[in-house]
């Protein structure tokens, strides 16, 4: 099993940033990518970004591509997502999640995912 707890969301103007934490813990050799997705009021859950444990290849929704970046930190198990230049359209819980896999590629699919984080807060004022 994988646990995974987000932290570094919170309130924010438009145009301000937010460095979001996602901290995994218990079989994390068994993890093969790991993606932030978020859902915003009266949406469905959208996917945002996603990284491969080895390797680092990323993938960014074009939502947020040019805006946000994720990282990871393997030594602490630790996967980021930076987010610069916020709107309004940004607000949402984002969670993160960790794919199993194996596959050929880090997949933009929820379903692809084995793992889920509570969510964190994320608002961005105008």
């Known amino acids: 099993q994988v646990q995974l707890v987000e932290s570094g969301g919170g309130l924010v103007q438009a145009g301000g940033s937010l460095r979001l934490s996602c901290a995994a813990t218990?079989?994390?050799?068994?993890?093969?990518?790991t993606a932030w997705f978020r859902q915003a009021p009266g949406k469905g859950r959208e996917f945002i970004a996603v990284i491969k444990r080895t390797g680092g290849t990323t993938s960014y929704a074009d939502s947020v591509q040019g805006r946000f970046t994720i990282s990871r930190d393997n030594s602490k198990d630790n996967v980021y997502l930076q987010m610069d230049n916020l709107n309004t359209e940004d607000t949402a819980v984002y969670y993160c999640a960790a794919d199993k896999g194996p596959r050929y590629f880090a997949s933009e699919s929820q379903g692809s995912y084995d793992y889920w984080g509570q969510g964190t807060q994320v608002t961005v004022s105008p």
């Open positions: 218990g079989r994390t050799d068994r993890i093969f990518a």
